[in-house]
């Protein structure tokens, strides 16, 4: 199965998330889908200079299948496909660049109890802040916003922010990509719905522009584009610098537990 054939599952088992057919292309794109329509995991392994990492980023099971064991085994299997492809821990959501979420919402009480019954260790958390999409802000005198369509987002993510560059490039592609420019230089971008529609990020300035009202603007333009689509609210996802966007209305709206499983030995 594709990701993608996963959307009616998922709708079914967490209806409050809204993960259409392409959300899930994105976030899971390159990885193993296991199990049915009744519930399914999904499992990215990745090998880079010879070391190979695993992460969980989905385990969804049909409200009608729950409490039947289904979602024990499905996450046996990707314990076992883990360890026989050589990771030495299983991860739970937090994927980047590619993600459904960044850990395990503490919200959702049964997988939390299912990942502890499992043997999984938590090792930290993240979140994800809300803001209404009528946030506004403009830009500092001299700098210019705009929609990016060309390369000097995914320019100054590989100068500077390297972690971002998949992201941001798949943001431009997609057209949800904004730049700030000065003098004809991208100084800072912003960009929404890389992984889910209406979730916010990456967004970053260059490290000698920062603090001058660049990056409110560029929220702001973010804020703008996701309004026009009917959103009323946008998540911020895994937010590093709260008071930044605390200081644009921005609140804590989600928190997730991030956790991982050591795969050492049986």
């Given at each position: 199965m594709r990701p993608g054939e996963l959307a009616p599952l998922v709708a079914a088992a967490l209806p409050d998330e809204g993960l259409a057919a392409d959300d899930l292309e994105r976030c899971c794109a390159g990885a193993e889908v296991l199990g049915d329509d009744r519930g399914a995991a999904v499992i990215r392994i990745t090998h880079t200079g010879g070391f190979t990492s695993a992460w969980l980023l989905l385990l969804a099971v049909a409200p009608a299948s729950q409490r039947r064991g289904i979602g024990r085994a499905l996450l046996g299997t990707a314990v076992e496909r883990a360890r026989a492809a050589g990771a030495a821990d299983l991860h739970v959501g937090n994927a980047a660049p590619r993600y459904v979420w960044p850990g395990v919402d503490f919200a959702f009480t049964a997988a939390l109890a299912l990942f502890e019954a499992c043997g999984f260790e938590p090792n930290g958390a993240g979140f994800n802040m809300g803001i209404a999409t009528s946030f506004r802000a403009e830009p500092p005198s001299g700098v210019t916003i705009e929609r990016e369509t060309g390369a000097g987002a995914a320019g100054l993510a590989e100068r500077a922010y390297p972690h971002w560059v998949d992201e941001t490039t798949r943001s431009v592609e997609h057209g949800t990509c904004f730049?700030?420019?000065?003098?004809?230089?991208?100084?800072?971008?912003?960009?929404?719905?890389?992984?889910?529609?209406?979730?916010?990020?990456?967004?970053?300035?260059?490290?000698?522009?920062?603090?001058?009202?660049?990056?409110?603007?560029?929220?702001?333009?973010?804020?703008?584009?996701?309004?026009?689509?009917?959103?009323?609210?946008?998540?911020?996802?895994?937010?590093?610098?709260?008071?930044f966007y605390a200081k644009c209305g921005a609140r804590v709206s989600r928190v997730f537990r991030t956790a991982r499983l050591p795969l050492s030995t049986p």
């Open positions: 730049a700030a420019r000065a003098g004809g230089e991208t100084i800072a971008f912003a960009c929404h719905s890389a992984n889910r529609r209406g979730w916010i990020g990456p967004m970053a300035s260059d490290p000698a522009r920062q603090r001058g009202g660049v990056g409110r603007a560029l929220l702001g333009a973010v804020c703008a584009d996701l309004a026009t689509e009917g959103l009323a609210t946008a998540d911020i996802a895994w937010v590093g610098p709260v008071g």
